[in-house]
């Protein structure tokens, strides 16, 4: 198979392709009359071909099911390649629907046997992010002075996806309408000067109007489609009736009305190309889309109350642009690092605890550190970020070319299968491997390590200098420590003739976790190992193991019971 990518209208040009085209071959009455002039040896070798390129299909049909991250945002991506792959060979390539202008960049059309198009997916590399960590660095001063232009680094023509963790619903927003929104994933590819990009979401309904929607009947309206369409679309009638189905959940929830918004977007003139919303039920996608190409086949009427309901619409759903925006600052994110000086780790005696990742059942996972050491940096490294706000084009747009025919872009290059027309649309400014999934460690841990580093620096440098005075005075102090790792009712009480924090320092770098052992309480005594003693002996009901300081009780006993002997020893 070869690897060239094809767009649609280099595919039309294929002469061997119209042998495949349905849509032309058959009469009025959905027959193919030309079979009848056929010999039987020639209708033997069309059925042995049609077999072989009908198991080609299912094989690479299969192959795209089981590859992928499992994600949100590469599970959709797979699901319209399939898509487009089965109306390339059920009907040829005149009937892929609005959804295709919008995913055809993310993938790669390649030809079986030099006559059967299908839909491959371009590179992809797969990221795991915290969302509220990463809005909390769009909007404070953790990140930098972000341009947009900085996009025109990406590696051309490969995938980046950007996938949240944890629950969907942990991070909210509200649309135009009042309503919430949840995102649970990002995707962007690169191609030239234009930034192509989709957004996973879920649009929240209340239980009732769920259940409304789920019962809603409504059919779809195929009153203004292309006849190149209505054929395809007609046979699809007849397996569902014709009716959108039931709303589809984003994942993760139950009520979320899975969206997927999408565009283009110029990165040197930083404006918007054109957008599309879609919202997915069973059989259909809901869709407002402001590209004009849509309009070609529309009628003059409808067209205007077309744009009327699409200008609302977009109108209402400003939000959702900007938010799409600020994720383009994801790739950004991902290279962010805190800095801590050297100095300050070797004072505060522990260990960075060193993030390696592991083998998951997709995929391997990778940590991205957020805190780096470095020798010549004296505190954390912080910046500035700005949110801009992007126009939407308005003096053209993009159309396809037949036949394989040249045009040119908004800079007279020549670009061939499509061309820029220049023409104003005002309505439309109303209002590494697959196998790698890359996970961002978050800033405000990182932030929360250099506070921790910086604190015990200065308590050991404090301990130091009096350690030698309290070493002859024989005083020590009496602890209680727990561990974060450890069950809540779990608590460590020892003694030490230094300084409990430092202790509980050294017992967190042997562990290799810094900061594990926190300390929860501290009595100074002039004799703190015989009170050791008499404490260990009356908290033994409660010892987990005879030769561990470790105790299962309530801090709250913990504490009466050194209080009590303090005050009866005194």
Not at 58 to 86: C, N, V, W
Not at 272 to 293: G, K
Request: with cysteine; charged share 30%; hydrophobic share 35%.
């Amino acid at each position: 198979m070869p690897n060239k990518r094809f767009r649609l209208s280099e595919l039309a040009k294929i002469p061997s392709l119209g042998a495949i085209d349905h849509r032309r071959l058959k009469d009025k009455d959905g027959q193919l009359p030309f079979f009848d002039g056929l010999s039987r040896e020639a209708r033997r070798k069309l059925k042995a071909d049609s077999e072989r390129l009908a198991n080609s299909y299912s094989r690479i049909l299969q192959r795209l099911s089981r590859s992928g991250a499992k994600f949100p945002t590469d599970k959709i991506l797979r699901q319209m390649a399939h898509e487009y792959t089965h109306r390339y060979a059920s009907s040829g390539i005149y009937t892929q629907p609005i959804s295709f202008n919008y995913f055809e960049p993310f993938l790669h059309i390649k030809l079986i046997e030099q006559v059967a198009p299908y839909a491959d997916i371009e590179k992809e590399f797969n990221h795991l992010f915290h969302a509220d960590d990463y809005f909390d660095y769009v909007t404070s001063e953790d990140g930098g002075s972000f341009d947009v232009s900085s996009l025109m680094e990406l590696p051309q023509d490969q995938i980046f996806h950007f996938s949240t963790v944890g629950l969907v619903t942990d991070i909210s927003f509200l649309n135009g309408e009042g309503r919430e929104f949840v995102i649970s994933g990002f995707s962007m590819i690169r191609r030239a000067d234009s930034l192509h990009w989709y957004l996973i979401g879920g649009e929240a309904l209340s239980e009732d109007e769920w259940e409304i929607r789920k019962s809603d009947q409504v059919k779809n309206n195929l009153e203004e489609v292309p006849p190149a369409k209505l054929q395809f679309l007609l046979e699809c009638i007849d397996k569902d009736g014709g009716y959108r189905g039931k709303p589809l959940p984003l994942e993760g929830t139950k009520s979320h009305l899975r969206t997927i918004i999408a565009g283009e977007f110029a990165i040197k003139e930083k404006r918007h190309l054109s957008r599309c919303y879609l919202a997915e039920y069973e059989h259909s996608f809901d869709v407002v889309c402001d590209d004009p190409e849509i309009f070609r086949d529309i009628k003059t009427d409808a067209k205007d109350k077309i744009i009327l309901t699409m200008t609302e619409k977009f109108r209402r759903s400003a939000t959702l642009w900007s938010l799409a925006e600020g994720l383009f600052q994801l790739p950004s994110y991902f290279n962010t690092r805190l800095t801590l000086s050297k100095e300050a780790t070797s004072k505060s005696r522990q260990r960075i605890a060193k993030k390696k990742g592991g083998k998951g059942l997709v995929g391997d996972y990778v940590v991205i550190p957020a805190l780096e050491i470095n020798s010549s940096a004296p505190t954390s490294a912080i910046t500035t970020v700005t949110l801009p706000q992007y126009e939407i084009e308005t003096e053209g747009h993009w159309r396809r070319l037949p036949d394989g025919q040249v045009g040119m872009d908004r800079h007279g290059n020549v670009t061939p299968g499509r061309t820029w027309i220049a023409s104003a649309s005002k309505w439309k400014s109303a209002g590494i491997s697959s196998a790698t999934i890359f996970l961002k460690d978050t800033l405000s841990s990182a932030k929360l390590k250099i506070a921790q580093y910086l604190e015990a620096s200065a308590r050991v440098a404090a301990v130091v200098a009096s350690k030698e005075s309290e070493r002859c005075s024989g005083e020590g102090e009496l602890y209680v420590m727990r561990c974060s790792a450890m069950k809540e009712q779990i608590y460590k009480v020892g003694f030490t003739s230094g300084d409990s924090v430092e202790r509980a320092q050294q017992l967190s770098s042997a562990t290799g976790v810094p900061m594990a052992f926190v300390v929860i309480k501290t009595w100074r005594h002039a004799d703190a190992k015989r009170l050791e003693t008499e404490v260990h002996m009356l908290l033994a009901p409660w010892r987990i193991n005879d030769s561990r300081e470790f105790f299962m009780a309530s801090y709250d006993r913990i504490e009466r019971v050194i209080d009590l002997i303090i005050a009866r020893t005194s």
